[in-house]
């Protein structure tokens, strides 16, 4: 499966907003490892959501809103 990480600017709920890192090809489990240690190498500064896949090639430095986040209550 595909997921997208974000970096977290706004949260309500499961739904967050924010910019998009980069794309994940594994499964949920793999996606929050990756987005774990996102924020770990980042001094846990940030905090990344795993979404599903943002479909496009152009989409660093665009902001996305509302997306749902799938990496809670794992």
């Not at 706004?10 to 924020?39: F, Y």
């Not at 809103?65 to 209550?73: A, H, P, Q």
């Amino acid at each position: 499966m595909k997921f997208s990480l974000i970096v977290v600017t706004e949260s309500h709920g499961t739904l967050v907003s924010g910019n998009w890192i980069q794309d994940h090809i594994g499964t949920l489990t793999t996606a929050r490892k990756v987005a774990r240690a996102t924020e770990a190498t980042n001094d846990n500064k940030i905090t990344v959501a795993v979404v599903n896949e943002i479909p496009g090639v152009c989409k660093i430095l665009s902001y996305w809103t509302d997306l749902t986040r799938l990496d809670v209550d794992l």
